[in-house]
């Protein structure tokens, strides 16, 4: 099947169901992001520290990477970056494109596959920023490559994605409050149903989601020729059991270097 149409469609649905994650910013951020009080965030709770990125944003190139829904991309925009967001849902992209005419922004929308960014220069951008989104990709090692391709010698990647744990539960069971080790890493959502189950899943049009290792998330970056300058965790904000125990979601600063 092909997972990045099946993807792109329920992230469709997604908005249309009005999904945390398909929320724009509001006119009154992007007022304070343009008086230059911005933040974003790329994994659930936690901002992104300001001195991840360069002091001045005014005129560098920026690549919001699998990043719709009206959020990272019109704040980074505001505070002065030509901003470009790439994402597989049209209607995510709907999102930014709905906020920069309602707030007189200027950003550029491209629909694609974040495995693929090959409509795009190489080292063309000074920042990518990729929101936890790279589950939805069987293989996360080819993003780490196209990201490093369009950045710049000692441009900056800053991205979030799951923590590989959060996978080895039993969903159902977690959220009755039950921790139930069932998983293997890698895996994939399809993996944990039963045969007879999965084209229900499929048509039901629900995301298919891929649990990488740590080691094809980080040592996937070094690999692609960046060195991790920043990290942090976070989690769902209490409203899961497993926070009690480990945050489940992690952040890293990269900077490509050519050496």
């Known amino acids: 099947m092909d997972v990045t149409k099946h993807n792109s469609d329920a992230w469709d649905k997604k908005v249309d169901e009005g999904s945390r994650y398909t929320q724009q910013v509001s006119s009154e951020t992007i007022k304070r992001s343009k008086a230059g009080q911005w933040e974003i965030s790329v994994t659930t709770e936690k901002s992104v520290p300001r001195d991840w990125f360069p002091e001045v944003l005014e005129g560098l190139k920026v690549l919001c990477l699998a990043s719709g829904g009206g959020q990272q991309a019109p704040v980074l925009a505001a505070a002065g970056a030509n901003v470009t967001v790439t994402d597989i849902s049209k209607k995510q992209l709907e999102k930014d494109e709905m906020v920069a005419r309602r707030d007189g922004l200027s950003l550029r929308t491209v629909q694609g596959d974040m495995s693929d960014l090959s409509g795009f220069e190489d080292e063309y951008f000074d920042i990518v920023v990729n929101p936890v989104s790279n589950l939805f990709v069987k293989d996360v090692k080819p993003v780490w490559k196209e990201v490093s391709r369009v950045l710049k010698n000692k441009g900056i990647l800053i991205a979030g994605f799951t923590n590989p744990l959060l996978w ?58 960046f060195v991790i300058a920043g990290f942090f965790e976070d989690d769902f904000g209490g409203t899961r059991m497993i926070d009690n125990y480990i945050r489940t979601f992690i952040a890293t600063k990269a900077i490509k270097l050519n050496f």
């Open 168 to 225: 080895i539960f039993d969903d159902n069971q977690e959220r009755k409050g039950i921790l139930d080790v069932k998983h293997s890493i890698p895996s994939s959502t399809l993996d944990y149903l039963p045969k007879d189950e999965i084209q229900d899943y499929i048509k039901s049009n629900n995301t298919i989601e891929y649990a990488h290792t740590l080691e094809d998330q980080i040592q996937g970056q070094i690999e692609a020729g």
